[in-house]
């Protein structure tokens, strides 16, 4: 199983950036997608979750109204529009599968992509 995380880089604080994490190896559809963040120091943190339908959608409180989460699974993807990014927000994102919904915790996830790197310039 591969979790392939794109699209991190620098932006300025209101700025937009979009995430991409392309999945193979495991039957898409059959698995909830989430992303987590992680600073250095500190423990990774449920960002945002999808069913593995899309129908249904969590988000954490810091990035809700900001953030949106989606799926392509036609193409095996999973997607993170961060909108309004702010000073907090930087961090390794990593997009993780369970084939439990609705799960923030970590070690519940069944597997984990490599991680991109978001930085925002104040």
């Known amino acids: 199983v591969q979790l392939q995380a794109s699209g991190g880089g620098l932006v300025q604080a209101g700025g937009s950036l979009r995430l991409s994490c392309a999945a193979s190896?495991?039957?898409?559809?059959?698995?909830?997608m989430a992303w987590f963040r992680q600073c250095p120091g500190k423990e990774r943190e449920f960002v945002a979750s999808i069913k593995q339908s899309g129908g249904s959608t969590s988000y954490a409180d810091s990035v809700k109204g900001r953030f949106t989460i989606s799926r392509d699974n036609a193409k095996n993807t999973v997607y993170l529009q961060m909108n309004s990014l702010k000073p907090e927000d930087p961090a390794v994102y990593y997009c993780a599968a369970d084939l439990v919904w609705g799960s923030r915790w970590p070690p519940s996830m069944d597997y984990w992509g490599k991680g991109t790197l978001v930085t925002v310039s104040s």
């Open positions: 190896g495991l039957t898409f559809n059959s698995y909830a």
